[in-house]
């Protein structure tokens, strides 16, 4: 069955809010409180939608309206369901993470290639569609993740990801759920009222941007806790900060913190302490004492990603360039460094009329997600030989016992990694077993049928694939 789980962060507004909403720039981290949206096959035409945590579904059922109209696509049959690890309650953004998350599988399960920042631009007209306000900057969160510099207008300009890594933050929830539309329509009507007064406090609240963001390159988190407060100052002129705010906020300085403030909409919601590694259980304790509820959670992460059902810390074989063993390093380390080249093995299965059998990949491999590609393709596991792997693997992916004949090893350079592949090829007419969460489906093609839809582009063959068809001459 046909399946794509894709997660979404949540966000903490680090500097700037309500100033954001009038093209100053703010900066602004994603957190690791993410939200799961499963898009499966469903029975029938009808979509279905699963979403207990997200407040409404309207989030979802826009993004799939708003998907259809950019992308010419009518979408049908689909089971949606949302999973999150974090409360909506905390506002860490939890309707624009699910509206992130939802474009993002939308896109994955009806393989239409979406950029990043396509991905934002859509997802951010759903979000204003729906709510009707806001600066986007939780949507950037959601979809690009890490720390960084937001401007309504020109979306994420400066990344300090790297920047960020240092920085210690406590986060506490004041008990009180905010209604963020709400207060920033309140601001607007203060802002029609008293003019001069608020584009003044939101001329100084960018000062406090623009110091803060070369704290955070400085690594200077004392300076930088220092702005918060006067950021902090500055909420509480423009009316949003509460009683219950302020006093967490103030305890939280006096246990040790550098500085501390309201994040977000205000109005309740959350406070962030920004300290030094050896305050934070002081600070934590002391937010606590004035009624706060401390919230675990850790900034600078990644942003949205499609789920993947390989196991990253598997063991493979590095090998130098004669194939001798050097070390074992895991999975993610050989996807990520084209320096380690590891074993792996393929298989080319052959029917008795001549026609060759491709997979088309599942949507959750971490490599080549959709593509098709030869029947069969591994890695070698440690401890494990060229032909033990090759075995398992046909079993596994095909639910095969074929004997392959070893045809060559040859190593072959990825974009993202490098492997020496070991070759096989065998004869079999099925039937075939394939795995349901490694293969989409398996198909014989001949070699006029495989030209055609190259040619025409109607299917994405990997590399390797198209190089070993070649080797063998199909191609
Ligand atoms: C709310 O989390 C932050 C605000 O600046 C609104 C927004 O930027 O959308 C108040």
């Known amino acids: 069955m046909k399946k794509v ?4 962060p949540g966000k903490l507004m680090l500097m700037g809010e309500h100033a954001v909403v009038y093209g100053y720039p703010c900066i602004v981290t994603a957190v690791n409180q993410c939200l799961k949206v499963t898009i499966s096959e469903n029975k029938d035409e009808r979509i279905e939608i699963v979403a207990p945590q997200v407040k409404d579904t309207r989030f979802v059922e826009a993004s799939i309206k708003y998907f259809e109209e950019k992308l010419d696509i009518k979408v049908t049959g689909i089971c949606v369901t949302t999973d999150s690890t974090f409360s909506g309650i905390f506002g860490f953004g939890s309707s624009s993470a699910v509206t992130v998350a939802m474009l993002k599988a939308l896109s994955v399960y009806f393989e239409r290639d979406v950029s990043n920042d396509e991905l934002f631009l859509l997802a951010y007209k759903v979000v204003l569609a729906v709510q009707g306000v806001g600066s986007g900057f939780d949507v950037a969160a959601a979809v690009y993740g890490g720390t960084f510099v937001y ?21 506490g929830y004041s008990g009180v759920k905010a209604n963020t539309v709400k207060i920033v329509q309140e601001v607007a009507k203060q802002k029609e009222v008293e003019h001069e007064k608020i584009t003044q406090i939101f001329s100084e609240i960018k000062q406090l941007v623009d110091a803060g963001e070369k704290c955070i390159c400085a690594s200077d988190w004392q300076a930088l806790g220092a702005l918060f407060s006067k950021n902090q100052y500055l909420l509480v002129q423009l009316s949003v900060s509460t009683q219950k705010l302020d006093a967490m906020v103030a305890t939280a300085t006096h246990a040790g913190a550098y500085g501390a403030k309201l994040s977000g909409a205000g109005g309740g919601d959350c406070m962030i302490a920004l300290t030094g590694a050896e305050h934070v259980l002081t600070v934590a304790k002391a937010i606590e004492k004035v009624g706060g509820e401390i919230v675990q959670a850790k900034t600078n992460c990644p942003g949205v990603r499609v789920e993947t059902t390989d196991d990253q810390k598997e063991l493979f074989i590095i090998v130098d360039k004669d194939d001798k063993i050097l070390e074992y390093r895991s999975r993610y380390d050989c996807h990520h460094d084209k320096s380690l080249m590891h074993r792996s093995v393929s298989l080319l299965v052959f029917h008795t009329d001549g026609r060759v059998l491709l997979q088309k990949r599942s949507m959750t491999k971490d ?9 069969v393709g591994g890695h070698v596991t440690k401890g494990e030989t060229y032909d033990q792997a090759i075995v398992r693997e046909t ?5 095969i016992g074929v004997i392959p004949v070893k045809h060559s090893v040859f190593s072959y350079a990825y974009p993202i990694e490098t492997e020496m592949e070991c070759m096989y090829t ?33 299917m994405q063959l990997t590399e390797l694939a198209l190089y070993e068809l070649r080797k063998v001459k199909f191609l």
Do not use: N
């Open 395 to 399: 079993r596994e992916e095909l639910g």
């Open 426 to 458: 065998a004869v079999y007419d099925g039937p075939f077993h394939p795995s349901a969460e490694e293969i989409e489906r398996v198909e014989f093609f001949t070699k006029k049928q495989l030209e055609d839809a190259l040619k025409h582009g109607h």
């Open 151 to 171: 401007d309504k207008d020109q979306g994420r300009i400066r990344d300090l990801t790297d920047a960020s890594k240092g920085m210690q933050l406590v986060v």
């Open 5 to 8: 789980s894709v997660t979404a």
């Open 367 to 375: 490599t080549h997600p959709g593509y098709w590609t030869t029947a």
